[in-house]
C-alpha cells in the first residue's frame, strides 16, 4: 500500500491549499480516507475523511474551510481548505481508514506565506 | 470532541528500561485507542490498535492495555530504535482526536 501527497509547498495566506493524494497497492474503493495535519514540532489534527461514493465527514473545528473530493479513476482523493493562514503550516498527511489510520503517505510540508 | 490527554510529556530511558505511556480519554471510548509511533521526518506509524492488538510487524516488546477511560503503551525492554515520540488516536467518535504525545528520549 502507497500514498503519494502531491500540492503546492507555498501557499498565499487568504487563498486556497490544494493538494492530492494517489494511492496505490491497495481496492481504493472499499476503505475511508483521511487527511491529517501536524503543525511543525507540534501534535496531529485529523481534517476529515472520505469514502469512495463521495460521502465525507469533517473535523468542526475545520469544517467550513475544507472540501474533500474524490477521484475513484485515478486511486485519488483531494483536500482543499480556503482562507489559510499562518496557523495552517503544517506537514499534511494522507492515510488509509477513517479514524484508524494504518497507512500513512509520507506527508508534504504546506508553508502559508507571503 | 473528546480529549485525549497522554502522560508523562517526556520521559528520559536507558536501552533496557520498560517504560510505561499513559493516555487518558475525557470520557468511555471502550477499547477504541490505537498506538502510533513517529521519528523525526517520518509519518507515524501504527503500533498497537483497538488498545492491545499488535500490529503485523511490530516487535513484541511493544503491548498496550486498557479499557474506557485510562490506557498503556508498555514497552518491556527499550531499544536503540524506540527512540521516538508516541501518540494515542481515540477512534470511537468523530472527529477521532490524538493524545499531545510523549517523546522518549535517552537518559
Redesign the interface.
Known amino acids: 500500500v502507497q500514498l503519494q501527497e502531491s500540492g503546492p509547498g507555498l501557499v498565499k495566506p487568504s487563498e486556497t491549499l490544494s493538494l492530492s493524494c494517489t494511492v496505490s497497492g491497495v481496492s481504493f474503493t472499499i476503505y475511508y480516507w483521511s487527511w491529517i495535519r501536524q503543525p511543525p514540532g507540534k501534535?496531529?489534527?485529523?481534517i476529515g475523511n472520505i469514502y469512495h461514493s463521495g460521502s465525507t465527514?469533517y473535523?468542526?473545528?475545520l469544517k467550513s474551510r475544507v472540501t474533500i473530493s474524490v477521484d475513484t479513476s485515478k486511486n485519488q482523493f483531494s483536500l482543499k481548505l480556503t482562507s489559510v493562514t499562518a496557523a495552517d503550516t503544517a506537514i499534511y498527511?494522507c492515510a488509509k481508514g477513517g479514524?484508524?489510520?494504518?497507512y500513512?503517505?509520507?506527508?508534504t510540508l504546506v508553508t502559508v506565506s507571503s | 470532541d473528546i480529549q485525549m490527554t497522554q502522560s508523562p510529556s517526556s520521559l528520559s530511558a536507558s536501552v533496557g528500561d520498560r517504560v510505561t505511556i499513559t493516555c487518558r480519554a475525557s470520557q468511555g471510548i471502550r477499547n477504541d485507542l490505537v498506538w502510533y509511533q513517529q521519528k523525526p521526518g517520518k509519518a507515524p506509524k501504527r503500533l498497537i490498535y483497538t488498545a492491545s492488538s499488535l500490529q503485523s510487524g511490530v516487535p513484541s516488546r511493544f503491548s498496550g492495555s486498557g479499557s474506557g477511560t485510562e490506557f498503556t503503551l508498555t514497552i518491556s525492554s527499550l531499544q536503540p530504535e524506540d527512540f521516538a515520540t508516541y501518540y494515542c488516536l481515540q477512534n470511537n467518535s468523530s472527529p477521532p482526536t490524538f493524545g499531545q504525545g510523549t517523546k522518549v528520549e535517552v537518559k
Not at chain 1, 43 to 46: F, I, T, V
Not at chain 1, 99 to 102: H, I, L, M
Open positions: 501534535g496531529l489534527e485529523w465527514d473535523n468542526p473545528s498527511y479514524k484508524n489510520f494504518d500513512w503517505g509520507q506527508g
